[in-house]
């Protein structure tokens, strides 16, 4: 931490020590509100981990080590998860495991892509080019992410709209002109008495079918956590016509990439 009256005081401190910025925060007077902000709390993203892997880049570009590298992200993250990760590393690293190992241990918070080929780098020399590679990687598949929930995210809010217009009329507008359509002289089409059977099916069990359908959301999310139901899971989306088909092609060019990023590293198809 460094005491200068400004921001720009302080850079001009660290540049006349020759040091290297990275990151600069300034620390003001309600520097205590930081502990309320909920993004330091949740789990290591992969937005993240695109971070972390340019910043070991351009610390071993720059010509500093990977352990200083990984001490420098390790001050300048708010994310708390990510600050611990780190912490674990180094402390491995300083313990004398590998850089792969020291990465492996990390179970699940990073891709299983990620300590092999750091392992390969670390045969190579080539550290900086292997990280430059992994957090372009993670881009194109965050990018490709979100190019499939934008191309579905037009349909869906037109079938919620629809949905929405569809059970406003039946709950609330057709009750209102039941008794006026019911005191008629001739007899209702057939159509219209189905509208009406329905709409007073869902008046009177409309919140139980809401709470059904909330609860079977829930299962399913809460399945799609294990490794059964999301397999389960993704087994029925791909078999989806239409989703189906953009599942296909997004994970097959997914593949692609992964496929060019490990024969890239020297690792072989066998």
Not at 35 to 57: C, N, P
Not at 94 to 102: D, K, N, W
Request: glycine share 6%; with cysteine.
């Amino acid at each position: 931490m460094l005491d200068a009256p400004t921001p720009a005081s302080g850079i001009a401190q660290l540049q006349q020590q020759d040091l290297q910025i990275l990151s600069f925060q300034y620390i003001g007077p309600f520097h205590c509100l930081e502990i309320l902000k909920l993004g330091r709390y949740g789990r290591v993203s992969e937005h993240d981990l695109i971070t972390l892997f340019r910043q070991l880049a351009l610390m071993i570009r720059s010509g500093n080590t990977l352990l200083q590298g990984l001490q420098s992200a390790a001050v300048v993250t708010q994310r708390i998860a990510l600050r611990r990760m780190l912490t674990r590393i180094i402390a491995d690293i300083q313990g004398g495991s590998s850089i792969s190992l020291a990465l492996n241990h990390q179970g699940d918070r990073l891709p299983v892509l990620v300590p092999r080929l750091v392992a390969f780098a670390e045969a190579s020399g080539e550290l900086e080019v292997t990280f430059e590679q992994l957090a372009d990687n993670i881009e194109r598949r965050v990018s490709r992410r979100r190019q499939f929930r934008s191309s579905i995210f037009y349909p869906s809010v037109v079938i919620s709209v629809a949905i929405a217009v569809g059970l406003f009329l039946a709950v609330v507008i057709i009750p209102r002109f039941k008794p006026l359509l019911e005191n008629r002289a001739t007899d209702l089409p057939e159509t219209t008495v189905m509208l009406i059977e329905l709409s007073d099916w869902l008046v009177s069990y409309g919140v139980y079918v809401a709470i059904a359908l909330a609860v079977a959301v829930f299962l399913v999310l809460a399945a799609y956590r294990t490794r059964a139901g999301k397999s389960v899971i993704d087994h029925f989306l791909i078999a989806m016509p239409v989703v189906g088909t953009s599942i296909r092609h997004a994970e097959m060019a997914q593949m692609g990439w992964t496929m060019s990023l490990l024969m890239r590293a020297g690792i072989t198809v066998q």
